[in-house]
């Protein structure tokens, strides 16, 4: 059950290793070129860094086993990882907007020479980090890797940017259109990140689940009635639990009934059931 918070926890380990040593260049590589899109991800790579820990740190708590204080375990400290990163992240893009905006209006010289060599050194970097997170199943792994994949693309546009520059003088205010443009992306794709994991803490139906498909198959087991008192819900956007009442013919098939049950939630992920049966 804990497995793939355990797997997401070594995995946000090393992308948080990996971040916080391409923090130092990055710090660097911005005050040495005087890039707005640079300068601006120097704030971006820290939040990147702080949130990456908090979601290490979470995904370890999230593998703890159930106590009689958190009866149903500690999986949801993924999801309220993932809504603090989300909000984290969408606070520093507006803060990048802020700081890239009035730059289009007064545009700066940039060093694009050294423009080019910190964003070939971004790409590594954060490719490799996206690799590593590529298939993850939590919440907490997608927020990250939505911000890593963000930072592939602001490097590759940094890259093209650098290459511009090089050649043409006239072009200062594509170093700060560049950074509004990643500030936009991101603020798009956490938002929906949070809003799915906000559904998630306010116990939605999974998006994954059919509801109708499931209660047809506990109808045509023989013997079942009807189904009141059905509800489902996810822990952490994998798990789910559920709970139903079961309305039933003859009391001597109960134990059948139940297995026949605990087969079709199987099918349908859910990894915690309660049964009563009438």
Known sequence: MHQHHKKAGQNLAFVFFMNLTFNILVIVGGLATNSMAILADCIHDMSDTISIALAWVLEHVAQKDSTDKYSYGYQRFSILGAVIISVFVIVMALVILQEAIPRLFKPEGVDAGGMLLVAVVGIVFKSVSVYKLHEGETFNEKAILFHQLGD?????????????????????????????????????????????????????????????????AIMAIEGVNGIDDFHIWSLDGIDSVMTLKVDVDFVENVEEIKKEIYVISNRHHVVDITIELD
């Open 152 to 216: 592939v693309f602001e490097w590759i546009a940094i890259l093209i940017l650098s290459l511009v520059l090089m050649f043409w003088d006239g072009a200062p205010y594509l170093d700060p259109f560049v950074s509004i443009g990643i500030a936009l992306w991101l603020i798009f794709n956490l938002g929906r990140n949070l809003y799915k994991s906000v559904e998630v803490l306010l116990q939605k139906t999974p998006d994954n689940f059919d509801v109708n498909e499931f209660k047809n």
